[in-house]
């Protein structure tokens, strides 16, 4: 990188920094947790989506997926094809009920539905996750990059990292966050799609994206094929057609519906339909991702890029094909993605640490101001705990295949449970508890006793038996037990709008014309 490009880098940075504390000023967050952790409620449909997208999107896709892209091709934007309508989903049958009954975190919802057994354990599992796996896998990609770009050492690009994002959203609340995420976004799609243009008018020796796209299938068709056979060696991360139909509307559901750091930011929505209309239009951007993380991967494979593992091909773009000055450009797009999703991680970790468990067991009576404190404490604990575990992943060949496999053990029962308590009103909360640790015993028992099934029908398969399991166990609890809230949470209010309705439709459309394109 040339100084134009880290002074393009450290402009980004330092407006992003100035942005997000002015706003998180002007809103008062020291004094409201309300505001620090949920917006006060204010959320327009803009923000929502911008929101969501910057959560979603991070070293994980942009390096994981480009990864991915290189070993296995087009393939792999199944994730976010199938994501454009399960957010459309979510919005449609869970956010009436969660919005409706003032659902803040998911714990809560659990609490609500079913007992504080549930809401404890899976606060707890919750808190885990985000910090052991989550923010750990992100740190890494991240610095990876910073690695490959800067010949920093990974350790020193964990630690910056770390540090910028706590400078960023340490003390921030979720709508300066929201706020500054439209910038996070403008930058990554700009970006991405620069990097996309510049990768494919390489391969065509300047002709454009066009006639560099018409030369990937000449060169490698197979890297553009939807749906793998058997004989692929990556038949076991995507398993044919089952792949679109099977495992992955589990982990989708589990990440779009049950998952706090995405969830939150329709639940700070200004009511129901600025909630789903931003959903909608998160779903629109889904579509446009796999041209932003995706194809660049392809293209490196077709360049015949010198690396040593697929999760190097995005990296290895940036230092080969991007000029002077737009490679500083492509770096903040990069980091903008890092922070925007280890910001939102870090501010739902620190929300159910703060309101399910400090506020539930620890201080019943704690002020605005205490909780506001526990939220920005607990925030900085969890991306120290992250930051020494990051550095473990440098052996994993593929980081956004590890992360949906290990994911994939334990969304099955949290989506058994989150689904059934919505939708079916005869579940008992003892069900919902053994349930999760039918799903865990299922989980390992499929992983290691078949291990060459493919984690998505492992997931699907687990789902299916933890399903059963609550079922039979309510049918029978349930001829003597009814639970009162139970009733009033499954009747829910599916309400929506007509300009929802369109988008709807129109993301169904672009949906089947896509695949079929491409089948």
């Not at 991967?297 to 190097?312: H, M």
């Not at 001829?479 to 949470?489: P, S, T, W």
Request: charged share 10%.
């Amino acid at each position: 990188m040339t100084i134009l490009d880290i002074i393009i880098f450290i402009a980004y940075g330092l407006v992003i920094i100035m942005i997000g504390n002015l706003l998180s000023r002007s809103s008062k967050n020291e004094r409201d947790s309300n505001s620090y952790f949920f917006a006060g409620n204010s959320l327009p449909w803009y923000l929502i989506g911008t929101s969501i997208i910057a959560a979603n999107i991070s070293a994980e896709q942009f390096i994981g997926m480009s990864g991915s892209g290189y070993a296995i091709g087009l393939g792999i934007a199944t994730y976010e094809w199938i994501a454009a309508l399960i957010l459309i989903v979510v919005a449609k049958y869970f956010l009436p009920v969660l919005i409706d009954n003032k659902i803040h975190t998911m714990p809560q919802f659990m609490e609500f539905r079913y007992d504080r057994r549930i809401k404890t354990i899976l606060a707890i599992f919750w808190i885990s996750l985000f910090v052991m796996v989550n923010i750990t896998s992100i740190l890494y990609l991240g610095a990876l990059t910073l690695k490959s770009l800067l010949d920093i050492p990974l350790v020193a690009a964990i630690i910056g990292l770390a540090m910028f994002t706590l400078m960023y959203s340490l003390f921030n609340g979720l709508k300066a966050i929201a706020s500054t995420d439209i910038i996070q976004v403008v930058f990554l799609v700009a970006g991405g799609l620069l990097t996309t243009y510049l990768a494919l008018n390489a391969i065509s020796n300047d002709g454009g994206l066009w006639e560099g796209f018409q030369m990937i299938k000449q060169q490698a068709p197979e890297k553009l094929h939807m749906v793998l056979h058997s004989s692929n060696p990556n038949y076991k991360y995507l398993p044919g057609v089952r792949a679109i139909l099977g495992g992955i509307w589990i982990a989708g559901i589990y990440y779009f519906g049950a998952n706090q750091y995405i969830i939150q930011k329709a639940l700070g929505a200004k009511n129901l339909k600025e909630a789903q209309r931003g959903m909608a239009f998160a779903a629109y951007l889904k579509l446009l991702l796999p041209l932003i993380v995706v194809v660049p991967g392809i293209a490196a494979f077709v360049l015949n890029a010198d690396i040593s593992g697929p999760d190097e091909a995005y990296p290895w773009l940036l230092t080969t094909f991007i000029p002077s000055g737009f490679k500083g450009f492509i770096f903040a797009a990069l980091i903008a993605a890092i922070v925007s999703s280890l910001s939102a991680i870090i501010n739902s970790t620190s929300t159910i640490f703060t309101m399910d468990i400090y506020k539930v067991y620890f201080n019943t009576q704690a002020s605005e101001r205490q909780l506001v404190k526990t939220g920005r404490i607990s925030g900085l604990v969890a991306m120290v705990i992250a930051t020494c575990l990051a550095p473990l992943l440098g052996h994993v060949e593929q980081a956004f295949q590890f992360i949906q496999e290990y994911t994939g053990m334990l969304s099955p029962g949290i989506t058994a449970i989150f689904v059934f308590g919505l939708f079916w009103k005869k579940t008992t909360s003892n069900s919902a508890l053994w349930g999760m640790v039918v799903s865990i015993v299922a989980s390992v028992l499929l992983k290691f006793g078949f291990p060459d099934m493919p984690f998505l029908d492992n997931m699907l398969v687990a789902f299916l038996i933890t399903a059963s399991f609550i079922i039979l166990w309510s049918l029978v609890e349930g001829r003597y037990h009814m639970n009162g809230k139970a009733i009033m949470v499954c009747r829910g209010a599916y309400r929506t709008g007509f300009v929802f309705n369109v988008a709807a439709v129109g993301i169904i459309v672009i949906l089947l014309a896509l695949y079929i394109s491409f089948w």
